[in-house]
T-cell receptor
Framework: AQSVTQLDSHVSVSEGTPVLLRCNYS??????LFWYVQHPNKGLQLLLK??????LVKGINGFEAEFKKSETSFHLTKPSAHMSDAAEYFC??????????????FGQGTTLQVKP | KAGVTQTPRYLIKTRGQQVTLSCSPI?????VSWYQQTPGQGLQFLFE???????NKGNFPGRFSGRQFSNSRSEMNVSTLELGDSALYLC????????????FGPGTRLTVL
């Protein structure tokens, strides 16, 4: 079975400093991994996805993530945080198998706080 | 291209009532998935529909049901509402469902009193 674990429930950074949100995954198969962001009272927006192509994935708004199979990790980074980055971030794996179509498995989320 | 739309955005119901939520996917997308988001349980998969057929179902009681129409629009129904059903209900659409990224609507906030 697939699962994801987000290692930090809350991360606080200062504006202009780097962002690191950590995610480990568990999967018996080559996973499809995603990062989504949710701003208050909004739906989920896809930041980036990994689907077995390049291991370094670039997303929107300057975010990127690196797939490391040896470490079963898919950490999200951004070189310089903006105030508008403050939100909830979810690491997500696509459930595998014909009986699991259309199912995404979500981590518990990391709240990113950006201080001025 | 218009995004995923959900109606209504907010609902207040009382225990024992039933409710129907609607989701219109992105044009051309044939898969619609539904999720429940609560502070305690996080985001949990309810079910997925593709070409009017339910292909997958999460671990929710039978009070939760859904359907999909020929234009790919989907509805979700919850009968005999309980206080614990209060949540944000999100629908997501994708081209095929399996391994495709899903695009989410803004959600319907259901409050059960």
């Amino acid at each position: 079975a697939q699962s994801v674990t987000q290692l930090d429930s809350h991360v606080s950074v200062s504006e202009g400093t780097p962002v690191l949100l950590r995610c480990n995954y568990s999967s018996s198969y080559s996973p499809s991994l995603f990062w989504y962001v949710q701003h208050p009272n909004k739906g989920l927006q896809l930041l980036l996805k990994y689907t077995s192509a390049a291991t370094l994935v670039k997303g929107i708004n300057g975010f990127e993530a690196e797939f490391k199979k040896s470490e079963t990790s898919f950490h999200l980074t951004k070189p310089s945080a903006h105030m508008s980055d403050a939100a909830e971030y979810f690491c997500v794996v696509s459930a595998y198998g014909s009986s699991n179509t259309g199912k995404l498995i979500f981590g518990q989320g990391t709240t990113l706080q950006v201080k001025p | 291209k218009a995004g995923v739309t959900q109606t209504p955005r907010y609902l207040i119901k009382t225990r024992g009532q039933q409710v129907t939520l609607s989701c219109s996917p992105i044009s051309g997308h044939r898969s619609v998935s539904w999720y429940q988001q609560t502070p305690g349980q996080g985001l949990q998969f309810l079910f997925e529909y593709f070409s009017e057929t339910q292909r997958n179902k999460g671990n929710f009681p039978g009070r939760f049901s859904g359907r999909q129409f020929s234009n790919s629009r989907s509805e979700m129904n919850v009968s005999t509402l309980e206080l614990g059903d209060s949540a944000l209900y999100l629908c997501a659409s994708s081209l095929q469902g399996a391994y495709n990224e899903q695009f989410f609507g803004p959600g319907t906030r259901l409050t059960v009193l």
